[in-house]
């Protein structure tokens, strides 16, 4: 695997599970506007940095 990579990798599945905790409503209020808003950025960024690993030549050293 690339070096470093699981620990990020962590860091962005602990930041997908910190998000999921701001779903609580007793907690936090919000629009369902807000929270399309929120998702279409996030969806944005998230294709974002799919193209960019799809457009890099794969060193071939990358598995699950």
């Known amino acids: 695997g690339i070096e470093g990579f699981d620990d990020k990798f962590q860091k962005i599945e602990e930041a997908i599970d910190n998000l999921e905790n701001l779903s609580d409503r007793y907690s ?9 808003k929120m ?9 974002t940095a799919k193209d960019r690993f799809k457009n890099k030549k794969s060193s071939g050293g990358f598995e699950w």
């Open 39 to 47: 998702f279409d950025y996030l969806e944005k960024r998230l294709q």
């Open 28 to 36: 936090y209020t919000y629009t369902d506007k807000q929270v399309d």
